[in-house]
């Protein structure tokens, strides 16, 4: 009977020391659900705040790149037009690139070339190359302008990644 009271004794004592064991598990379980819980909820609410950030990084990019291509359509035109304007004065007699023959010359044929001839573009290999050099000119002053638009396109969109980090 005394080993039945120590067993029984025992097993009280061991299932005192179970229930506040248990007990003790629930509350760090708890206690761990609610940090979860916490962590949960600020990487929601940071990830809210980035996408939003990210919104408005796009919506001032978009910003950036219609006014870019803007400025870069006016300087296309800019450019064909300050070319027009001098190819067209490059083609009036009057403005020619060779010399008159001097006043007092007793050959002037023998002196100085045929300035229409010389600045003609369709048959000799002079106005040939001319034309080549000027199709080259023209797309170097293209990709120029290209490059200029965005650079300073890519220099404000690295402003717009940037501001953020300012902020903080």
């Known amino acids: 009977m005394i080993g039945?009271?120590?067993?029984?004794?025992?097993?009280?004592?061991?299932?005192k020391v179970q229930t506040s064991r248990i007990a003790t598990a629930k509350a760090e379980t708890v206690k761990v659900q609610a940090q979860y819980d916490l962590f949960v909820e600020k990487a929601r609410v940071l990830g809210e705040q980035q996408a939003e950030e990210a919104k408005r990084r796009d919506e001032a990019n978009k910003v950036l790149m219609e006014q870019a291509d803007e400025e870069n359509k006016r300087q296309h035109a800019a450019d064909i037009a300050t070319i027009l304007r001098l190819r067209r004065a490059a083609a009036n007699p009057s403005s020619g690139t060779l010399p008159s023959a001097p006043t007092g010359s007793s050959r002037p044929d023998l002196i100085c070339f045929d300035r229409a001839e010389y600045q003609r573009e369709d048959g000799n290999a002079l106005g040939i190359l001319f034309a080549g050099a000027r199709a080259l000119a023209?797309?170097?002053?293209?990709?120029?302008?290209?490059?200029n638009s965005a650079k300073k396109w890519a220099k404000g969109l690295k402003l717009i990644m940037e501001l953020p980090h300012a902020l903080n």
Do not use: H, K, N
Not at 4 to 15: C, I, N
Not at 138 to 147: F, M, N, P, S, Y
């Open 4 to 15: 039945m009271a120590g067993a029984l004794l025992a097993s009280g004592v061991g299932l």
């Open 138 to 147: 023209d797309e170097g002053t293209a990709a120029t302008i290209d490059l």
